[in-house]
C-alpha cells in the first residue's frame, strides 16, 4: 500500500498474551518481505524503514479456532439485552478503516435507549483537521526549491520545513514531537529522526519560550552563571545535581557551587510539553522501537549513526531530569530471544493483525 513517500506491506496475525508487551519476531518480517516479493519482484531489497504491531480485539462469542478465522467484523453488545446491565453498550471487533462506522452504530443504539430521534451525521461529516491533510508528493519539493528554504530544512527526508513546525505548535499549544510525526511526517524518512529531532525539539522550546518567557527566566543574574556552567559539564552529572566547585586561587579554599539554579515555579519539569529533553528521549526511543526489528544493512548503519549523535555526542541519556528517569536507560537491551512460531504460519490474507 502506498503512502505517502513510502510503501507499506503486511500483515501478520497472531494471539499476543498481554497487548502491552507486543514484539515483532524475525520470522515475521521474513515472512512478510517474502510475500511481497512474490507481489513485486525484489522488493525485500528496497530500504526498510521499521515495523510496528498493534493489537486489536477480535470478537466472535462462543468462537474457538484459529484467530484467523474469526470474523474482522464490528460488534456491538448492548448488556440490557445479553447480562441485565442497563445503559452499558461495549463496541467492540472492527478496524481503523470502520471505525466511524463503528460511531454510527454505538450512537443510534444510544439514542434508542435515550428516546431520541436524531440521525447520525458522522457518515457526512469529514474528520476534523482534514483540511490540512492533502498531500501531494511534490508539494513539499515545490515549496523548498521555488522559495529557496532549503536553510530552513528541519527534516530532509521529508523535506519539512521549519514554517511547518511552528505552524503545527501553533496549533496546537502541547505538540508533541509524535504530534509532528502524524502531522508533518517529521521523522518518517530513513534516518528515523536521526538528523531532525534535535532540531524539531530546538524549534519547540524557542516557541515555548516566546510563548512564556516568565516561566523560563532565572531569579537571579548569579543563577545564570550558574545554569550556564551546569551545560558545560558531563550532562549525566548535571541530572544527577553534583555540584561544580570553583577553582580557588593561591592561598583560597575551593568551595562548591550548585550546578541547577532554582527557576520559575511555572517550569513543569515532569511534563514533556516544557522539558525539550524529555521531548527528545521519548521519541527517540519510539523510533527506535520500530527499527530493531529490521537492523540490517543501510539502517543498521544509519542506527549506528544515530546512535553515535544522540549517545556518544550529546549523550542523550543522561540528560537534566534527574527526577525522571530516561526512557532510553534501555536503549539497546530488548530481549531478542525469537520465537518459537513457525515461520510457514502467521499471514493474514485479510490485511488486519497484530
Known amino acids: 500500500v502506498p503512502v505517502h513517500t513510502v510503501a507499506i506491506i503486511g500483515t501478520t496475525d497472531e494471539q499476543v498474551a498481554d497487548p502491552e508487551n507486543l514484539r515483532i519476531e524475525s520470522w515475521e518480517v521474513a515472512l512478510m518481505l517474502a510475500e511481497a516479493d512474490k507481489l513485486v519482484p525484489r522488493f525485500s531489497q528496497s530500504r526498510i524503514l521499521r515495523a510496528w504491531a498493534g493489537v486489536r480485539p477480535l470478537y466472535q462469542e462462543g468462537f474457538h479456532g484459529d484467530s484467523r478465522d474469526v470474523t474482522r467484523s464490528l460488534a456491538l453488545l448492548d448488556h440490557k439485552e445479553r447480562d441485565g446491565v442497563a445503559g452499558f453498550l461495549t463496541i467492540t471487533g472492527g478496524k481503523w478503516t470502520t471505525f466511524r462506522l463503528m460511531a454510527e452504530k454505538t450512537m443510534d443504539q444510544a439514542c434508542r435507549h435515550l428516546g431520541v430521534e436524531r440521525p447520525c ?117 548535571s541530572s544527577q545535581g553534583e555540584s561544580i566547585t570553583e577553582h580557588a586561587g593561591p592561598g583560597e579554599e575551593a568551595r562548591p557551587r550548585q550546578a541547577r539554579p532554582t527557576r520559575s515555579p511555572a517550569i513543569d519539569r515532569l511534563s514533556p510539553m516544557s522539558n525539550p529533553s524529555l521531548l527528545l528521549r521519548d521519541f527517540l526511543q519510539e523510533r527506535w522501537k520500530g527499527v530493531l526489528p529490521i537492523l540490517w544493512g543501510r539502517q543498521l548503519r544509519q542506527e549506528r549513526l544515530d546512535q553515535l549523535i544522540y549517545l556518544a555526542v550529546m549523550n542523550a541519556d543522561h540528560l537534566p531530569g534527574p527526577e525522571v528517569e530516561s526512557p532510553m536507560s534501555d536503549f539497546y537491551r530488548f530481549d531478542t530471544t525469537p520465537d518459537p512460531l513457525p515461520a510457514a504460519e502467521g499471514l493474514d490474507q485479510e490485511g488486519g493483525g497484530a
Open 121 to 237: 451525521t458522522t457518515g457526512q461529516t469529514p474528520v476534523p483537521g482534514m483540511e490540512q491533510g492533502h498531500y501531494w508528493l511534490g508539494h513539499r519539493l515545490h515549496e523548498v526549491e521555488g522559495e529557496r528554504l532549503q536553510g530552513e530544512l528541519v527534516c530532509e527526508c521529508e523535506l519539512v520545513t521549519r514554517a511547518m513546525v511552528e505552524n503545527a505548535a501553533r496549533r496546537n499549544p502541547t505538540v508533541t514531537l509524535d504530534d509532528l510525526r502524524r502531522d508533518v511526517r517529521l521523522g518518517m524518512g530513513p534516518c528515523q529522526g536521526g538528523f531532525c529531532t534535535y532540531r524539531a525539539v530546538g524549534i519547540l522550546h524557542e516557541i515555548a519560550r516566546e510563548s512564556h518567557p516568565d516561566a523560563y527566566v532565572l531569579e537571579s543574574e548569579a543563577d545564570a552563571e550558574v545554569w550556564e556552567t551546569a551545560y558545560m559539564q558531563s550532562p549525566a552529572l
